[in-house]
């Protein structure tokens, strides 16, 4: 496991820190019960060789518990920074970029603009990087529609036209560059 947790606003250096000690044990208990839940349903299956390839491919099974386990474990970490009783995350919180390397595979979860990249080498041996996330900013067309249906707003400054924010509905606060 590695995960980088960017904290933003006065408060973000103890949400970070927060989600850095929570979050990889929330991703590695959800894990643990899609796993033992998968394995559960296999043992009953396994007698019928068409229901095996009906529902996927070992990898793709894989893939989609580790999706499950990162989004369950994302939501639950929001929920609980929402409702802590000491910790103030009304102008405060956390990117998270977070990848879990099993095998060959690399298996990532991420929300906001923390950005994970890969090094590897090209054919001629050059080191090469390669961009694993997409910066999860407000003015990207999914993230902007998301912003809106949750009421919020998305504009540029006057004076930083470049950098669309994210903005309360009817207050100008706090302006966060990222989604």
Not at 45 to 74: I, V
Request: net charge negative; aromatic share 8%; proline share 4%.
């Amino acid at each position: 496991f590695c995960g980088i947790f960017d904290g933003h606003g006065p408060h973000g250096h103890l949400v970070a820190r927060k989600v850095r000690d929570a979050l990889p044990l929330k991703l590695l208990s959800f894990l643990k019960e899609l796993w033992s839940s998968a394995t559960s349903c296999d043992v009953e299956s396994k007698s019928d060789s068409a229901n095996a390839a009906k529902d996927g491919s070992a990898e793709e099974k894989s893939n989609s518990m580790w999706r499950d386990a990162f989004l369950k474990s994302f939501k639950v970490m929001d929920k609980e920074l929402k409702s802590h009783p000491t910790l103030d995350c009304f102008g405060s919180g956390s990117t998270a970029a977070t990848i879990v390397k099993q095998g060959s595979n690399l298996f990532m979860g991420y929300i906001g603009d923390s950005r994970a990249i890969m090094g590897s080498r090209d054919s001629n041996d050059a080191l090469l990087a390669i961009q694993l996330t997409v910066d999860l900013k407000p003015d990207l067309p999914r993230e902007a529609e998301r912003i809106k249906q949750c009421k919020g707003r998305v504009f540029a400054l006057q004076d930083e036209p470049e950098v669309s924010r994210v903005w309360l509905p009817f207050d100008d606060a706090p302006g966060l560059a990222m989604a």
